[in-house]
């Protein structure tokens, strides 16, 4: 008992290798590798080509923006299920101001306002209307498609720029564009959440608000920012969306994205009620679910029977989490 | 003597390297009250948890009626006739009374339905037996309940499921005096009746009154077990402690120094005009009744509650209202009375409570380190005693009286003028409460610090204080300083005015820790 010692002594052992990835990290990699395994097995020829590969990782760029950053949300004990509207939005956004004045670079900066500024509305009406950050996310998420069309008028309007192009078409060092912004939204938001002390208030926060506040937090601020901050990721999603297909669309980001986003976050071990999720985590969800994706396309599993598999994932993800809550 | 109920053989139990229990051989008879008393963190919890089959023992077996069995889980154990009354009673709000006592047992019509007729009668003739008939009634529901009835009601649906052992954990914690009276009624019943009994408590006064039998753990393992008769409470409290605790409360000379904290008609939702100082090395008590509004004062004072009047002022700079960082900065901590809902963060590591109010002194350049956190709490942790595997264990791996100590570490860790401490002792053991009045003198005496010490223990707050303020609905009701302080006159003043009924002293408990 007297030992406090906060290193084990010494010794690369098995034990420690686990402890150190953690043992959620680990299950997730196990049904990755097994994913893997069967589409392999089923379609290995097309599966592994890098072409298949890249795409792949093009498809899960934008998601895993998403699905990061609604880790955060969670963790503070919230969710925005808006996200996907708020990325239908910027690609209008972005897109109006990229046909008005030809500049990819305004058109970037009015998709992270627009989206910085759409989560600033989430934030405020969650924070200080006091109404569940369900409710009112789903309220914001026709408001904001509503908009989406309302300035669009409906209709597509395309991109002609190439370099805003390149962001969603581009490649460095072989990877696609959007793969690099995704790494540094990673490395960023993982440096965020898991070392700044901010980013760790956030835990104690979504853990217990009583304790945080008579810690001295000032969560209303905490929380506003957070619906902010995925507001703005939503807008990076958008400008990649709008660069890849070259337009922006009211109806784009409808598909699901937002149910995509937070299945990944829960099998990345976020807890329902907050305080718990890791950036890897969430980064492991993005991949099985792009996989899955992937994989059910190539295996010619018809549309409507994919929608069921993603809503079951949904379940299953949260069912596992509190699942594991409880045995704790 | 007839033969045990239940036997424990060298049951042990460890938790990674932590050994919760070893090696314990006790025996529990029916139509006896065996008292299981230590420390904190002594095992008796873990011991429950074996005998209700929670978990499996490491080593060891335990036996019923003279048979060999394994619990791989509770209703294992409450099949074989064994049932823990915890002491957060665990009853379904939503449900009457009647489904409540008879949860898992409801008598049936046609196999599918639910025989209400049946169910209201022997729910009836059950109150009636308990003399709970004029309280309770079957079809009430239990959201309304309060803490003395939820626990008649687990105790009845143990006896109604043919409990031939029961278990009672710190029953009393939140009793009235008048609430234990009546339950110990039904346990001298219960023993007269053949039930075995087993009685955890930190009140030795009660097990002195109560038990036939106390059963002594330290550190996991059975020093003593011994008949009741003779035994008095500093002989227990010896043999749990290991060492005689002369005296908890040695007389001192209050050298206290200028004014501190000043509050001025202090005014929230829940507390009106209260006006106080505290001085610098004063220990300032506050006592009243439960719901006199102490704890309301202490968030007032903090900042958890808004100010609707009234200023609160540290060394002369007023406090903005409602802010509870402007009062960490300025140098004031508050260590909650509940700290499970309040005061820690379950979910995390006990480094990571520790660290929670200090983000200055564990951060560079606004990033965690963890060799500077790890620095500055294992320094604290060690002149705290904490007993803990590692700084990294999850908080809720630890014993009530060592979650304590993580709450007060964080507060130490901090550059502190004044602490407020919510009944610092509640449910901890005789051991670790009195390292906590240790910890307090020192604060005060070497620090400097003013402390205010909420309590609802008499023997405290009047051994601690250098001077003790009483609250009643709300509001200041007398000022005692420590040599004119008695029980009667704290009693006096705390007893709210206009009050019809007979006073109500039970919501102090005697201490009961000498």
Redesign the interface.
Known sequence: ?S????TAPGGFTLHRVVERIGIHNISLLTALIGLLLIFGILRGDVFFSTRNLLNIGMGVAILGVLAISQTGVIVSGGLDISVGAMVGLTTVATAMTIQATEMAGLGIVAGLLVGGLAGLVNGIIITYGRINAVIVTLGTMAIFRGVAFILSDGQSISIFNDSFRWIGTGRILGLPAPVWILLAVVVGFY?FLH????G??Y??IG??P??A??????IPRYRVAIYAVSGVMAGIGGILLAARTGSGQPISGSDGLELEAITAAFLGGC?MQG??GTVVGALLGVAIIGVLNNGMILTAVPTFYQMLAKGTLLIVAVFLAEFRLNK? | MAEPFLRMKGLTRHFG??QALNDVTLDVHPGQVLALVGENGAGKSTMMRLIEGVFEPTRGTIEVAGRSVTFDQPRDAHAAGIRVIHQEPEIVPDLTVAENIFAGNLPRVARHFLSWPTLQAKTAELLAAFGMAHELRPRQMCSGLGPAQRQMIEIMRAVQAGGKLIAFDEPTSSLTDEETRRLFAIINRLRDDGVAIIYISHRLAEITELADRVAVLR?GALVDDLPAEGLTEERITHLMVGRPLSDMFPDRDPSTGDVVLKVEGLTTEHVSDVSLELRRGEVLGIGGLIGAGRSELAKGI?G?HRRLSGRVLLDGNELPSGD??A???AGIG?A?EDRK????????TI??NAV??V?EK??TG???SRSRA?KLI?DI??QMR???????A?ITSLSGGNQQKVVLT?WLACDLKVLILDEPTRGIDVGARSEIYDLIRNLTDSAGLGVIVISSEMTELLGLSDRVLVMADGQIRGTFDRAEATEEKVMRAAIPQGAHAAPDNNAFSKGTDR
């Open positions: 008992m030992d406090r010692s906060a440096i070392k700044s002390i901010v760790r208030n835990y104690a853990g217990n009583i304790v506040r008579l810690s001295g937090l000032n807890a305080g718990r704790a | 390297p932590v550190d903090f958890f509870t960082a009062a960490i900065a508050f909650p809902e309040e005061a820690l963060l379950l979910m995390q480094l990571e929670l109010c983000p564990v951060s606004g990033f965690f790890l294992s942790s060690r904490l007993k803990a595997s590692s700084l990294d999850p964080r």
